[in-house]
């Protein structure tokens, strides 16, 4: 998808009525900036464009949208990365699949002069000029945390990660098993990694239960992995034999956080990651960089039922509203 010019008059209207835009002043030139995200079907992902495209009408950028059918085909976002080089592209804002196989593309595209901001999920390149996402570990921290706070006595853990080569993934695993391990009283019994698709989870979760049937705890790290976890709880009569801690918000998620198959999820900021990337493109691209940090760390935070209907919490969970 391809962001329009409309909104550029208005913005500089706006600028003229107020006296100015303050320090960074909308460039003339409309650069051209590729997002690549991962996939282009999740609410996290349309999100993230929702926040990608206000950006990109306020600094009047010609701002492409694009990513793989599934969550797994790096080749794919490998072709994309090329494609864009081709096509003209300035920057690209990636969010990678696979931390190391996509990271010669990368490489290639910022050779060639693409300016390069990562989002949500790293990528293995020091071409990269700043990373905005959540900080995964502690994410992962965080969600063990939630677990260790409300269930009582011994924990069992199953996790549901996805593709076991995406950065944050195994990032946030590896922070809930340090949290896991420091409270004493809890392990890890079973670790899947399943497909980015709430069908696949659904069905690799419900084996994993089945396998496991000492385990209480179960986490979940992305959108469709916790959709997928939720649904296994309630197929297998587990609403209060187990305790879900899941990823990102839509709208199955947070019926389930109502309806007891979810217990609490870990709510990131994917509109702030879309703006604060494309925003970034847009300095890097012209000569406003001094003073970026190299990392960004969105905010993120946990709903559960008790705080629910909160206003911090509805504005995570809805941020269209």
């Known amino acids: 998808?391809?962001?329009?010019?409309?909104?550029?008059?208005?913005?500089?209207?706006?600028?003229?009525?107020?006296?100015?835009?303050?320090?960074?002043?909308?460039?003339?030139?409309?650069?051209?900036?590729?997002?690549?995200?991962?996939s282009t079907r999740t609410e996290f992902w349309l999100s993230v464009f929702a926040g990608a495209q206000?950006?990109?009408?306020?600094?009047?950028?010609?701002?492409?949208?694009?990513?793989?059918?599934?969550?797994?085909?790096?080749?794919?976002?490998?072709?994309?990365?090329?494609?864009?080089?081709?096509?003209?592209?300035?920057?690209?804002v990636f969010s990678a699949i696979d931390y190391e196989n996509n990271g010669a593309a990368i490489d290639e595209a910022a050779q060639q002069g693409v300016q390069i901001v990562a989002i949500d999920?790293?990528?293995?390149?020091?071409?990269?000029?700043?990373?905005?996402?959540?900080?995964?570990?502690?994410?992962?921290?965080?969600?063990?945390?939630?677990?260790?706070?409300?269930?009582?006595?011994?924990?069992?853990?199953?996790?549901?990660?996805?593709?076991?080569?995406?950065?944050?993934?195994?990032?946030?695993?590896?922070g809930a098993a340090d949290a896991f391990s420091a409270s004493g009283r809890a392990e890890i019994t079973a670790v899947i990694n399943t497909l980015a698709e709430a069908e696949q989870a659904w069905a690799d979760t419900a084996a994993m239960l089945e396998a496991h049937p000492e385990i209480n705890v179960v986490l979940a790290f992305n959108e469709p992995t916790?959709?997928?976890?939720?649904?296994?709880?309630?197929?297998?009569?587990?609403?209060?034999?187990?305790f879900l801690v899941g990823f990102d918000s839509n709208v199955k998620a947070v019926d389930g956080l109502q309806d007891g198959y979810v217990d609490a999820l870990v709510v990131q900021n994917p509109y702030a990651m879309g703006y604060l990337g494309v925003e970034s493109a847009y300095r890097l691209l012209t000569g406003q960089?001094?003073?970026?940090?190299?990392?960004?760390?969105?905010?993120?935070?946990?709903?559960?039922?008790?705080?629910?209907?909160?206003?911090?919490?509805?504005?995570?969970?809805?941020?269209?509203?």
């Open 226 to 242: 916790t959709v997928g976890a939720a649904w296994a709880v309630q197929e297998l009569n587990l609403r209060d034999a187990l």
């Open 54 to 92: 206000t950006a990109a009408t306020e600094y009047n950028l010609d701002l492409t949208i694009i990513g793989p059918e599934t969550e797994e085909d790096y080749e794919a976002q490998n072709r994309m990365i090329e494609e864009a080089v081709a096509q003209g592209a300035e920057a690209i």
């Open 121 to 174: 999920s790293s990528v293995d390149s020091d071409r990269v000029s700043t990373y905005i996402g959540t900080d995964n570990y502690a994410a992962g921290q965080m969600a063990a945390q939630a677990a260790l706070e409300r269930v009582e006595g011994p924990l069992r853990v199953g996790i549901v990660n996805y593709d076991i080569n995406s950065a944050n993934g195994q990032q946030r695993q590896q």
């Open 289 to 321: 960089s001094a003073g970026m940090e190299q990392t960004v760390d969105t905010s993120t935070q946990i709903v559960d039922r008790e705080n629910l209907f909160s206003m911090d919490s509805q504005k995570a969970l809805f941020v269209f509203e």
């Open 1 to 38: 998808m391809r962001q329009n010019k409309r909104g550029l008059l208005l913005s500089l209207l706006l600028c003229l009525i107020l006296g100015g835009c303050g320090t960074e002043q909308i460039s003339s030139r409309q650069h051209v900036v590729a997002l690549i995200a991962k």
